[in-house]
């Protein structure tokens, strides 16, 4: 802790011990010893000092023991020294004042039994705002909130802010999180209680608002019911004060929020309630204490600005907010995944090779986002007419503290499966091939593009709480913006795909599994190696440990590879036994380096589709942005159609872009090499990378004896111009055996 602070909250531990002391002395010149103490309607007494070390105060006879804690607490006075470059004096000095603070109060019940309202709610007309301890009712009531996830936490605000307006947004920032607010002391006389009140927002705890009391020392009520939920709801025994706390640091996602200059009293509450892991925010310049240590993250941050204190409070306390209502016109869920959107129900398409659409994940910084802000750049659905096309960038920023690079292709291919939850709306492919359709049944129910957006948003945070704390998700649908963004992702693209080019398959023991697209191809099982990035092209063998670690138990295991029963086609033990599983006994075992002999299985949404060409010798393949015939017969369409259903199908195989010039693609059987014809879009777009692998294979002018479809689109139209290019595949051992 800083030495600023650290100095007030022990100068302010001294001065509420002594207080309380002064105080309690006081009451036992008034009262008998055994006169009965306490808060009203609980049975759990003091709850701080009951929970924390099973002391039963019920009469002023009882409050001596704590006393004595709490003096025993203060760290040594030695002049000058008050700082220490370590936490552990200044959570004493903080649990001190917390003690005290709780005497404080309950001696205030007794010598003023009126000073707090009896009720749930405020009293405006009468004047009487302050609630006090919540009572047993009370507590059952919203305590269970805090267990059963319909309240993640509280925040607890002390003092005031400079006007109503900037209180009511505040507070409402925090309701609309779910969160409860917790309200004591002021500010220079002036309470957010009251300002609410001005700014015309319902107090009380039935709106979530519960109004403790006017002093710094009722900021003991928040902790006192965060130490009820630890026993009651926790299971945990009275005095068991480490679990108390750790419960209270794990469990109940509580912060401070001090509005006002924070002196000595205020310093030694805010270190009283790091013992719990509740840091504070401050809007004043104190000095900020960033190490972690006791709280997730840091203990206190200064100065934070109003419109901001919300989402840094969360950030801070480490808070997952759980988006759990998706709210969208259309029913939402995994029973709509596989709905197809047929000809005659499409109102309006985009992508599949009509249009370009894109789709994008980043990891943004903290705070260059705002979560839950959906933005649709251009015209939206309702603009469109039945039967239109439209381009579509899709861009999803993400922020955690948690969050790395590597993790963003695996949200990213996660675009594919939540459209689909949607109802009237079917989603193929991913990355920039992807093929939106919307159902008029879909627009009638009024779905829009922003709905996409509320999906991402919501579905993101519900299934990646542990990484991420913030999205926010832009949809382009402006020709410009799309071409834009395209040629960014793609650029992406590339540095993923990339990020496995030095590795080899030999240099692994382990693969990883994909089976993600079973929801569609029950039998379907991607073995990724880092020579054999998914079919999909979304993911490689990087992706697939990233989401594995993400994710132990989802779609990407690792698969020890085992044996190598044939290492020219690529076939190992351990991969047949896990595929023989995982396809539940659909696939006794597969090559992940052949199409000819046993190839993998394929799903609807490759990148790309190999077929063999026989009278060439060779073989082809085609991307699905390629809408024309092809050599083997069948237009990609018609390919998919036939292979896609996870069936692994001898003569044709599906594969991703990339790995056409990875080293290991088909090279059972003879690898690229054999390849004779591709759609020229699709050699554009890897010629570097094509000629680079050619010279690597021994043939620099391999680039150029490639057929395309300018050449021809069926094999007797391509061999005149194989023979005259001298193609390598002609003069290889034949492709069938
Ligand atoms: Fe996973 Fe393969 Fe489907 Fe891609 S194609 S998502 S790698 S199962
Ligand atoms: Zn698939």
């Not at 030095?502 to 029950?522: G, I, K, N, R, W």
């Not at 190839?599 to 060779?618: F, H, W």
């Not at 699709?682 to 570097?688: V, Y």
Request: proline share 5%; net charge negative; aromatic share 10%.
């Amino acid at each position: 802790m800083s030495k600023l602070i650290a100095f007030a909250a022990i100068q302010g531990g001294y001065k509420v011990v002594a207080q309380a002391e002064g105080a309690y002395h006081k009451a036992l010149e008034t009262y008998n010893a055994d006169t009965k103490v306490g808060f009203p309607n609980t049975g759990y007494y003091l709850p701080v000092i009951y929970s924390l070390f099973g002391i039963k105060i019920e009469t002023l006879e009882d409050m001596k023991a704590p006393l004595e804690i709490a003096r025993g607490l203060l760290p040594p006075h030695i002049k000058g020294k008050h700082w220490l470059p370590y936490l552990g004096p200044l959570l004493d000095a903080g649990m001190a004042g917390i003690i005290s603070y709780e005497i404080i109060e309950a001696l205030r019940y007794l010598n003023e039994p009126d000073f707090y309202l009896h009720a749930e709610d405020p009293d405006i007309e009468a004047g009487k705002l302050w609630t006090g301890a919540a009572d047993d009712v009370v507590f059952r009531k919203r305590g269970v909130e805090f267990v059963d996830g319909s309240a993640p936490g509280f925040a607890a605000i002390v003092g005031s802010a400079p006007d109503p307006e900037i209180a009511k947004m505040i507070v409402e920032d925090y309701q609309k999180k779910s969160l409860y607010i917790f309200l004591a002391a002021n500010h220079n006389g002036t309470t957010v209680a009251e300002q609410l009140i001005e700014a015309g927002v319902q107090i009380g705890w039935s709106t979530r608002i519960a109004c403790f009391g006017p002093d710094i020392s009722s900021a003991v009520f928040a902790l006192g019911f965060a130490n009820r939920v630890a026993m009651a709801f926790g299971g945990i025994e009275p005095g068991d004060y480490k679990k108390i706390l750790k419960y209270n640091k794990d469990r109940v996602f509580a912060f401070v929020n001090a509005l006002g200059d924070v002196g000595t009293e205020w310093g030694v509450a805010a270190a009283g309630a790091v013992n719990w892991g509740f840091p504070t925010l401050a809007d004043t310049d104190i000095t900020q204490i960033l190490p972690t240590g006791i709280c997730t993250y840091e203990h206190v941050v200064a100065p934070v600005a109003y419109d901001e204190i919300c989402q840094k409070s969360i950030e801070t306390r480490g808070l997952k907010v759980k988006v759990s209502e998706i709210n969208i016109p259309c029913a939402f869920g995994p029973a709509f995944e596989g709905e197809r959107v047929r000809g005659a129900d499409l109102f309006v398409q985009c992508g599949g090779g009509k249009t370009q659409c894109t789709e994008l994940v980043k990891s943004a910084d903290m705070n260059e986002i705002e979560d839950g802000k959906i933005s649709v750049v251009g015209p939206d659905i309702t603009d469109l007419k039945q039967g239109d096309t439209f381009p579509l960038a899709i861009y999803v920023q993400v922020a955690g503290r948690e969050f790395q690079e590597d993790f963003e292709p695996i949200l990213e291919r996660q675009i594919h499966h939540l459209v689909n939850y949607i109802q009237g709306i079917m989603h193929i492919g991913q990355r920039d091939i992807s093929w939106i359709r919307v159902s008029k049944a879909g627009v009638e129910k009024g779905f829009t593009l922003k709905d996409i957006g509320v999906v991402l948003h919501a579905k993101f945070h519900q299934e990646f709480e542990k990484i991420l704390d913030k999205v926010q998700v832009t949809l382009f649908t402006k020709q410009e913006d799309v071409d834009k963004w395209t040629k960014i992702a793609r650029d992406e693209y590339h540095t993923r795909d990339a990020r496995v080019d030095s590795m080899t398959d030999e240099s692994v023991e382990t693969y990883y599994s994909c089976t993600l697209c079973q929801s569609f191809a029950p039998n379907h099982v991607c073995t990724v190696s880092p020579e054999r990035t998914g079919l999909c092209g979304a993911y490689n063998w990087m992706d697939c440990r990233a989401s594995y670690e993400i994710n132990p138990t989802g779609p990407n295991q690792p698969i020890e590879k085992g044996e190598c029963l044939d290492p020219k086609l690529g076939q190992w033990k351990g991969v047949n036994e896990f595929v023989k599983k995982a396809s539940r006994g659909a696939i006794e075992k597969y090559n992940l380096y052949s199409m000819v002999y046993d190839p993998m299985t394929t799903c609807g949404c490759c990148e790309c589709i190999a077929a063999m060409l026989p009278s060439c010798n060779g073989i082809m393949t085609v991307g699905r942005d390629y809408l024309g015939e092809t050599p083997c017969g069948m237009k990609f369409t018609t390919l998919a159609g036939v292979m896609g259903g996870g069936a692994s199908s001898p003569g044709f195989v599906g594969h991703s872009k990339y790995n056409i010039t990875q080293g290991k693609f088909l090279l059972g059987d003879g690898g690229l090499l054999r390849m004779v014809w591709m759609p020229k879009m699709l050699k554009e777009e890897l010629k570097d990378r094509l000629i680079a692998r050619g010279e690597a294979m021994g043939v620099p002018g391999l680039y150029d004896m490639i057929a395309d479809e300018t050449v021809g689109i069926t094999e007797e139209e391509i061999l005149p111009f194989l023979q005259e290019k001298g193609h390598p595949a002609l003069t290889m051992e034949s492709l069938i055996g």
